[in-house]
């Protein structure tokens, strides 16, 4: 792909998902809810062939846009970013990361009127797999910033998108990534803390308490993504300790504000081109507008960000996966036996096949996901308050005292909390999330299968730079771990597939 092919910029209207869609369209007839269950989730059949082309091209086209960038920019520099990594593990290529700017992998999933581009999970998920070929941890890397830019849409707060979401957009033109991550671990709460029901148990340590007209924050988080180069992070923090399921409450917390730092940059088994972070929260004093949600809301916004980012990395576990292969191709084809090249020999046909089907259903499963958890999204879009907030407030207002007094007023954060208690329903959140599992459950555990396997038969192989079959079993083993473990998705799913089907 040429720099010319890039999407407009600037003023040109860029490239939509959605030009014609409207929820409607994508009703069930018979139960005027979505078409679909989780016992018969047929999502490719009964969504796919009723949203309009231009979803489906924009998703395309930027799985191209990654693929290219990925080529040019990341493969050449992935394995010496590594090693320097493992050196310095406070290093960051940055000077790559400013050339992703060109490909606007910054404003992805920013609204067209705030200066984005407006796309859906799909496309993420494409352009996830297509960037994890290359290299897990820069699949990682903006794949939890589009991640955290997400969760700060997700509140539909016209003071949130108009500073620090326009913000994004804009320096992103400049050739400055403005970078975000999502901070919910903690260290005596790990995978228990992504899921409401383990929460109810866990001891959380980052706690914010109300003091004058905003909040005070204390606490650490540790094991986050982006964390010692994101500009703004999205963090969960309970109100009360002693019932963090019930308190749970998320803030955007600008990075340069006093009090935070950056403790411990991880060391990490693989994806080591993402660094990972301990955050330190010493009386962080928020103003009351870096709420995002209601108090007490956070648990379910979490729920409603993980819905749409466990597809995603499920498909990273897949670029790995799809590495992995090619380069176990690649090998064969040159590899001599006594029976001659090992390529054209049935046994070997056969083991590939295997693990290349495994790849296809577990593609098959984050599209799936994605499908429909865009319809949702597209439904919340379509909503007036929606319109409203995206497109019908003038800057200045918003910009206010009066307009900032009004956005940030209760009956204004309740108006948008129940309109996604409304739109993310407990039955259409079940459904979203086993499919989101799912996804990342069969994807990671794919990445590790055939990793593994071309690390066994390439054997002293696997170590040469010609086939970085060990990195990507390195890469894909996170995907195994981070967004809650695979044991305890797997549980989250049961619990979603039994809500889903007591709902029919």
């Known amino acids: 792909m040429n720099e010319e092919n890039l999407p407009p910029r600037d003023g040109e209207r860029p490239t939509t998902p959605f030009e014609t869609i409207a929820p409607a369209e994508i009703t069930d007839p018979h139960t005027g809810n979505f078409p679909f269950s989780l016992g018969e989730a047929f999502a490719n059949l009964r969504l796919a062939h009723r949203y309009p082309t231009s979803y489906f091209a924009h998703a395309e086209e930027l799985r191209e846009r990654a693929r290219d960038f990925a080529n040019r920019h990341i493969r050449p520099v992935a394995l010496e970013i590594e090693k320097r990594v493992s050196e310095e593990p406070g290093y960051?290529?940055?000077?790559?990361?400013?050339?992703?700017?060109?490909?606007?992998?910054?404003?992805?999933?920013?609204?067209?009127?705030?200066?984005?581009m407006e796309s859906r999970v799909l496309a993420m998920s494409f352009m996830a797999e297509e960037l994890a070929v290359a290299c897990g941890g820069w699949a990682t890397t903006i794949g939890v910033h589009s991640a955290g830019v997400s969760c700060g849409l997700l509140t539909l707060d016209p003071q949130i998108l108009e500073h620090h979401i326009r913000f994004t957009a804009e320096r992103e033109k400049a050739g400055e990534p403005v970078v975000w991550s999502g901070a919910v671990t903690e260290p005596q709460a790990g995978t228990d803390i992504w899921d409401e029901d383990f929460l109810r148990q866990a001891r959380v340590m980052t706690v914010a308490r109300k003091e004058g007209a905003g909040y005070v924050l204390n606490?650490?988080?540790?094991?986050?993504?982006?964390?010692?180069?994101?500009?703004?992070?999205?963090?969960?923090?309970?109100?009360?300790?002693?019932?963090?399921?019930?308190?749970?409450?998320?803030?955007?917390?600008?990075?340069?504000?006093?009090?935070?730092?950056?403790?411990?940059?991880?060391?990490?088994?693989?994806?080591?081109?993402?660094?990972?972070?301990?955050?330190?929260?010493?009386?962080?004093r928020l103003p009351a507008a870096y709420r995002l949600g209601e108090e007490g809301a956070g648990a379910r916004a979490v729920s409603i960000y993980l819905a749409g980012s466990r597809g995603p990395v499920g498909a990273i576990g897949v670029g790995c996966a799809r590495r992995a292969l090619e380069c176990l191709v690649d090998w064969a084809r040159d590899r001599k036996t006594a029976r001659g090249r090992l390529?054209?020999?049935?046994?070997?046909?056969?083991?590939?096949?295997?693990?290349?089907?495994?790849?296809?259903?577990?593609?098959?499963?984050?599209?799936?996901?994605?499908?429909?958890?865009?319809?949702?999204?597209?439904?919340?879009?379509?909503?007036?308050?929606?319109?409203?907030?995206?497109?019908?407030?003038?800057?200045?207002?918003?910009?206010?005292?009066?307009?900032?007094?009004?956005?940030?007023?209760?009956?204004?954060?309740?108006?948008?909390?129940?309109?996604?208690?409304?739109?993310?329903?407990?039955?259409?959140?079940?459904?979203?999330?086993?499919?989101?599992?799912?996804?990342?459950?069969?994807?990671?555990?794919?990445?590790?299968?055939?990793?593994?396997?071309?690390?066994?038969?390439?054997?002293?192989?696997?170590?040469?730079?010609?086939?970085?079959?060990?990195?990507?079993?390195?890469?894909?083993?996170?995907?195994?771990?981070?967004?809650?473990?695979?044991?305890?998705?797997?549980?989250?799913?049961?619990?979603?597939?039994?809500?889903?089907?007591?709902?029919?």
């Open 219 to 284: 606490g650490r988080k540790c094991f986050i993504s982006n964390g010692s180069i994101a500009r703004y992070s999205v963090v969960a923090a309970a109100l009360d300790p002693k019932n963090p399921a019930e308190s749970w409450t998320l803030f955007l917390v600008p990075t340069d504000t006093p009090g935070f730092s950056v403790g411990r940059v991880e060391r990490k088994l693989g994806q080591k081109a993402s660094p990972t972070a301990e955050l330190v929260f010493e009386d962080v």
């Open 343 to 504: 390529l054209d020999q049935q046994a070997f046909q056969m083991t590939l096949a295997r693990l290349a089907q495994e790849i296809e259903l577990a593609r098959q499963a984050y599209v799936n996901a994605a499908l429909a958890y865009d319809f949702f999204v597209e439904s919340l879009l379509k909503h007036p308050v929606t319109k409203l907030a995206l497109h019908g407030l003038p800057s200045g207002f918003i910009r206010s005292d009066p307009g900032r007094s009004l956005l940030s007023s209760r009956p204004v954060k309740r108006l948008t909390a129940g309109l996604l208690r409304k739109i993310f329903s407990e039955d259409r959140l079940a459904l979203a999330s086993a499919l989101a599992t799912l996804a990342k459950v069969k994807g990671s555990d794919v990445g590790v299968q055939v990793s593994g396997e071309a690390v066994r038969i390439l054997g002293r192989d696997a170590f040469d730079p010609r086939w970085p079959v060990e990195k990507c079993y390195r890469d894909a083993k996170l995907t195994q771990i981070y967004e809650g473990t695979n044991q305890a998705n797997t549980i989250t799913f049961f619990k979603d597939m039994v809500r889903t089907w007591q709902e029919r």
């Open 92 to 116: 960051f290529d940055w000077p790559t990361m400013r050339k992703a700017c060109a490909y606007r992998f910054f404003s992805l999933m920013i609204p067209r009127a705030f200066g984005g």
